[in-house]
């Protein structure tokens, strides 16, 4: 069964940094890209960041150059490294996977990562 | 950036009726869209790519069509675990990825 668990979140004072997590399980992680999906409260999906398989990283501009996603084979897990987080980036944060057939063919939980102070 | 515009926002439907979602691109995306599904509290959950195909263990009551520009989600007969907020997305163009605004299918 694919699994999908997220960890790391939390409040942070604007500025701040955090490292959000996600370990992965039931597949085999390092054949698949994966992608981080963030959604504010009430508001609708907005993508975060991608990494292929070669850790070949992609970012929207709203993150870039204050984002880095990451990913460790050996131990099944994606990361996304948050640095001068500002407000507008408190959302429930969800790793995703990217399916052969394309889009997003599993997701984690999520995790809250709220801004402010 | 590829804009996807989803309408209507909402949706009042009485289950047991059909359900037409649209979404449409600012350019073409091919058949490259896909639509999630996402209830209160929960991860969105993929149901259609490749804008007409089902994923894995999606009833056939949810169909999907078009291509280029304009999209469609058909829920052909309503059940009560339909109603939640559906997502178009584009893949053709990235990055970014793009998501719509979603549509919330409500009872009526």
């Known amino acids: 069964e694919v699994q999908l668990v997220e960890s790391g979140g939390g409040l942070v004072q604007p500025g701040g940094s955090l490292r959000l997590s996600c370990a992965a399980s039931?597949?085999?992680?390092?054949?698949?890209?994966m992608h981080w999906v963030r959604q504010a409260t009430g508001k609708g999906l907005e993508w975060v960041s991608a990494?292929?398989?070669?850790?070949?990283?992609y970012y929207p501009g709203s993150v870039k150059g204050r984002f880095t996603i990451s990913r460790e084979n050996a131990k099944n897990s994606l990361y996304l490294q948050m640095n001068s987080l500002r407000a507008g980036d408190t959302a429930v944060y969800y790793c995703?996977?990217?399916?052969?057939?394309?889009?997003?063919?599993?997701w984690g939980q999520g995790t809250l990562v709220t801004v402010s102070s | 950036e590829i804009v996807m515009t989803q309408s209507p926002a909402t949706l009042s439907v009485s289950p047991g009726e059909r359900a037409t979602l649209s979404c449409r691109a600012s350019?073409?995306?091919?058949?490259?869209l896909a639509w999630y599904q996402q209830k209160p509290g929960q991860a969105p959950r993929l149901l259609i790519y490749?804008?007409?195909t089902r994923a894995t263990g999606i009833p056939a009551r949810f169909s999907g069509s078009g291509s280029g520009t304009e999209f469609t989600l058909t829920i052909s007969s309503l059940q009560s675990e339909d109603f939640a907020v559906y997502y178009c997305?584009?893949?053709?163009?990235?990055?970014?990825?793009?998501f719509g605004q979603g549509t919330k299918v409500e009872i009526k």
């Open positions: 039931g597949f085999t992680f390092s054949s698949y890209d």
């Open positions: 997305q584009q893949y053709n163009n990235w990055p970014p990825l793009t």
């Open positions: 490749g804008a007409s």
């Open positions: 995703a996977r990217w399916g052969y057939d394309s889009a997003f063919d599993y």
């Open positions: 990494i292929g398989t070669a850790g070949d990283p």
């Open positions: 350019q073409s995306v091919s058949s490259n």
